[in-house]
């Protein structure tokens, strides 16, 4: 028995698989916990001097993180987010039609509120059970799923994300004994996709929708090559759901150009999906890029896959339920509409084409994902999109060789990252910010329904709002700051351009909040404190009696006040102190 310090919890916390069991004194629930998220947790609760008196029982090799890596399936992933305290079991009954769907919007109302397990769903077997919200806001659940350290925060995780969405890993082919999703095969007659207790998620939808938090697999009848996307599937009946592709997504090329040919496209649909595979179908990456590998990529290991019987496609060897199915020429039914995730009915009821399922394949005690569409926080693709695209437009960036860029955000609150992206730099000559900025709003991974793109200076951090609209307040005017990009990439689901079939067109607010560069050896500096002065307070931090960690500075006192101090019109007239810094 051994207490642990804070710096010793710090030490330990980045260790990989070292798990360890503590008591508190405080109640078992809140300061109790089994692996080093938890003590974190605890930690962060509880001060850092309350923690000394916390007692390890034992520390120990016994690997409660051994829950890691054992198995790539689903059901791994929901006990290690219970293991870290991010997920909530729901075993009252609850119903299918809008129940689910408002439980899950309430309770996501806040910012990274627990994944969502219903496992009593009215009129269905209770081994049939419903997952809502794999990521969310959670920052934890997202970290987990990309193998990084829960604890990560979004500035970081988007760091990760760079170099995790261009590493590739070619899926590893099994033998269907290996296969846990072909545990169960229904076909022809027997086939009733009504079995799955699928939800209708708000009042408005035009349906229950089986495909949310889904993935989607086709070839490319010209190359051959694999395309993995998420797309909303609406039941029709038994065996035919409505499968909506908007213009230009990788799904609706491959359709067009089997349909060209006469011939039905093969498709493999998965409602129960590993998290890691969720994360890659939903982001947008080139027709011919196969996100089975940037899936692989993501987790660090091939995902494994078994060959459909109906179609040449493969099947993730561990989803929950996945089926195989075919969608014919020319067939189309009434589809939608549905609660999207710019928190609209952005699509009417209309047409949209079909996909007739020949094969479903489950596991025993299945377990259907599913994905809310809202307005922030409670949409389910709000932060996944935001690291995502963040990621990607500082990629573009940095691979059209714009130099100085210091961090991209792309706000999750922006209907799911699309609408608001900020970048920050170190201006290195004249135009670099507006180019910063101009490119950021047009670059692959950017501009699809993007409206403002904000550019700030290095010591802004752009995930930080209250800091963003600080530079926006000081150092953007308005006349002169201001540039729209017109008849830009938009979709048909934004509500803000009316009438309705100008929709597939935006424009972009471009405000340069950067320090003008013109004048920049004039600027104002910007109130700020001592390095030194910072240490020492931080030094004393816990003797003045703050019950929560120092937060951390953008920027420091500096000496030199970005004045020439040769500069004779600043002298002149400045009233400045002694150091020849502004004052007010
Ligand atoms: C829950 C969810 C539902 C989605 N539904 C659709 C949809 O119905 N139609 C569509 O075109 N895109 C939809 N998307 C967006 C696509 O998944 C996304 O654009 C993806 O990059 C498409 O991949 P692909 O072009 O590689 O096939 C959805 C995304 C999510 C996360």
Known sequence: MRRVSVAEYRFLAPMRGIGFEFAGTDSQQTVCGRNRFAIGRACERSGDSDFQSYIILAISLHISMARED????????????????SLKRIDSEVD?????GAITYISHKKEGAPALLFENIKDYPENYRVLFNIFSSSTERLALTMKEDPGLGERELIQKARSKLTAREEPKPVDKADAPVLENTDRGEDIDLWKFPVPKMWPGDGGRFIGTADLTITRNPDTGELNMGTYRQMIHNENQTGLFTSPGKDLRLHLQKQWKKGEPLEVVAVYGVLPELFLASQLTFGEDVSELEIAGGIRDSPIETVEGEITDLPIPANAEIAVEGKMYPGERKMEGPFGEFTGYY???????EVNTVEAVHYRDDPILTCALMADYPGCDINLT???GRSARIWNDLDSLGVPGVKSVYAHPAGASGMSMTVVSIEQQYAGHAKQAATLAAQCPGGAYFSKFIVVVDEDVNPADTNQVIWAMATRWDAERHTDMLTDTWSTPLDPSRNPADERPYGSQLIIDATKEHKYMDEFPPRTAVREEMYDEVVDRWDELGFDYDAP???????E?????????DLEEGASGDDDGHMTM
């Open 70 to 85: 054992t198995g790539h399936d689903l059901r791994n992933w929901i006990d290690r987010v219970e293991d870290i305290g």
């Open 560 to 568: 030199t006040g970005g004045f020439d101090d040769d500069d004779p």
């Open 346 to 352: 952005g699509r009417p009821e209309d047409d949209a």
């Open 385 to 387: 999109y935001s690291v």
């Open 96 to 100: 299918w039609d809008e129940e689910m």
């Open 552 to 558: 951390s500075l953008p920027i420091f006192y500096d």
